[in-house]
């Protein structure tokens, strides 16, 4: 069973609100309620992160199975859903290529060792809500569904085919950690280096 989504948007999303309100075709989060966030991934089963008071954020981390960036942190991918999906953090793995279907997406977990349960965004409705537009790429929403963060997993890519040897920051980790923590973000959007998502064949609105 291929996975769908339903997400709507959040009424404040910081400095992206005005470019988040030109794409995104949800007016806001539902104040309380269940529905306001309800994904079902790949394998039929529907999470529904806002609706427990435990969760403390939500993580969207946009991937493609044949970009080497986006494969190359699938390590990172799964040693972030391993550590702080204990810590009320609710990782999903979005797939935005129409050409991904349920088994290719399955194969490429399987492949990489991924943990984190996998959505199919073949519409990019949950793309373009969070306003990503590479990948790798994760947008962070708070308990509440606010857009706290957008961008790189970390800096290990200085520029695509400028790798370092290590990163030197880990801006989704220092990301979570405040959420966590109840500190202000050092960040609200970095530049995330990867492939392009294929927006070309969206129907015009």
């Not at 709507?8 to 309620?33: D, H, Q, S």
Request: with cysteine.
């Amino acid at each position: 069973m291929a996975g769908y989504l339903r997400m709507n948007c959040p009424r404040k999303i910081f400095r992206l609100a005005a470019l988040l309100a030109l794409v995104c075709p949800w007016p806001g989060l539902a104040k309380g309620g269940e529905e306001s966030l309800r994904i079902t991934d790949i394998d039929g089963k529907t999470h529904k992160p806002l609706a427990s008071a435990k969760t403390k954020a939500v993580v969207l981390v946009f991937v493609l199975r044949d970009c080497p960036v986006s494969n190359v942190y699938t390590p990172e991918l799964t040693r972030i859903h391993k550590e702080y999906s204990k810590k009320g953090v609710a990782i999903f793995l979005v797939h935005p290529d129409r050409d991904t279907d349920a088994k290719a997406a399955r194969a490429h977990a399987k492949e990489y060792k991924l943990t984190a349960p996998i959505v199919l965004d073949h519409d990019h409705k949950l793309t373009r809500c969070a306003g990503v537009e590479v990948t790798p790429e994760a947008a962070v929403f708070d308990g509440k569904g606010h857009l706290m963060y957008r961008g790189r997993i970390d800096n290990l890519y200085a520029d695509f085919g400028k790798k370092r040897a290590k990163p030197t920051q880990r801006d989704l980790r220092d990301t979570l950690d405040a959420l966590l923590a109840g500190k202000p973000l050092a960040k609200r959007t970095t530049k995330a280096v990867g492939c392009y998502i294929d927006f070309s064949n969206d129907k015009k609105k």
